[in-house]
């Protein structure tokens, strides 16, 4: 049996954040009992609000942050068991902001070659000639090679990084949204140039982004979180057509549509962003879910295990909630 690529198994990370003079030290839970597994040459799409613990997580599977609990796997191997080196040979990750990733003050190719150096073991001619081909492969020009980042646009730069990370041939990429910072026709290419090379070296990505038409777009599985934990996961054409659970429908429903006269749309969350500090008792989603029942209040949902994936709502179809509070959500109603 083939192992996955990526296994997260009961994984939390929590930080210790201190008071001030009049008020105490706090535990923020950024990732909560998280488990999942991306299976080789697939897409994981990460998505949710800014705060919920994607960052997190991807610094969590790439090794920079030690777990407060649970295990991470990769190609089956236990992270925590691995030296930087090992793991390194096998996920690399792709920054959000590429000039800030890269150092100003080294010339390209010797940003792209420091993996191979720090690996060492590998001759100045082999790292010369494998930095041109990965450069060429990922559409820059040799002689880009002797710029400092500075001299690249924004695009160019990102196009730097992502060579960079595929000159050890990694088997797995952690994108933690590569795009974002990029313009929208810059971003296209982007995308495109990561398509191609998911296919031609058989890449697994973890692909982290807020912007959910560009993880339509890339990602074979999409996973969910609000306060650290993921509430809906499914395969990506499922999840956009039949979304279950009312926070991915509160994200789907904030989409921008470029049709004139609709103005900026209301998905009724409220102007409240839920701290991970105070995380309320029962469902944490239920302080903005316009579908809440009394039973949300109270009592934390299961994972309802869907043709296609999970859920964790008590109204999900599927779990034991009666046929009225079914069509209130179908409905998109609730009472607050």
């Known amino acids: 049996m083939t192992a996955a690529a990526i296994e997260v198994r009961s994984v939390r990370r929590t930080f210790r954040v201190r008071g001030g003079l009049l008020s105490a030290d706090r535990n923020i839970v950024a990732v909560d009992d998280v488990s999942f597994a991306v299976a080789p040459g697939s897409v994981l ?6 705060g919920c613990g994607k960052s997190t997580l991807a610094r969590l599977i790439l090794g920079l942050l030690p777990p407060t609990s649970g295990e991470l796997f990769v190609d089956g191997q236990r992270i925590t068991d691995m030296d930087r ?7 690399q990750p792709v920054f959000q902001d ?8 080294r010339r390209v190719r010797d940003i792209v070659g420091l993996p191979l150096a720090a690996q060492g073991g590998v001759s100045r001619a082999e790292v010369a000639s494998r930095v041109d081909a990965i450069l060429e492969r990922v559409g820059l020009a040799r002689d880009m090679g002797d710029r400092l980042p500075a001299q690249l646009s924004g695009g160019q ?7 960079r990370a595929l000159i050890l041939r990694p088997r797995i990429v952690v994108c933690d949204e590569p795009t974002s910072a990029l313009d929208v026709s810059v971003q296209a290419q982007i995308l495109n140039l990561l398509a191609e090379l998911r296919r031609d070296f058989n890449l697994t990505y973890l692909f982290i982004s807020h912007n959910l038409a560009v993880v339509e777009h890339v990602a074979t599985e999409v996973a969910v979180m609000y306060l ?7 395969e990506t054409e499922s999840l956009f057509r039949t979304p279950e659970h009312p926070y991915t429908r509160a994200l789907l429903a904030s989409v921008l549509t470029p049709e004139p006269g609709l103005g900026v749309p209301d998905v009724g969350l409220g102007d409240s962003l839920p701290d991970p500090a105070n995380i309320p008792s029962g469902c944490r989603f239920h302080p903005r879910c316009p579908v809440v029942i009394d039973r949300c209040r ?3 949902p299961g994972l309802t295990q869907r043709p296609t994936g999970i859920v964790e709502c008590h109204l999900a179809p599927g779990a034991a909630v009666n046929l009225q509070v079914k069509d209130r959500l179908v409905a998109g109603l609730g009472d607050r």
């Open 45 to 50: 799409g990460v998505v949710g609000e800014s």
């Open 85 to 91: 080196r090992a793991r390194a040979r096998l996920i």
């Open 298 to 300: 109270h009592e934390a």
């Open 228 to 234: 650290g934990r993921i509430v809906e996961r499914a």
């Open 98 to 105: 590429p000039f800030a990733s890269l150092n100003p003050r």
């Open 157 to 163: 730069r990102q196009r730097v990084a992502i060579a």
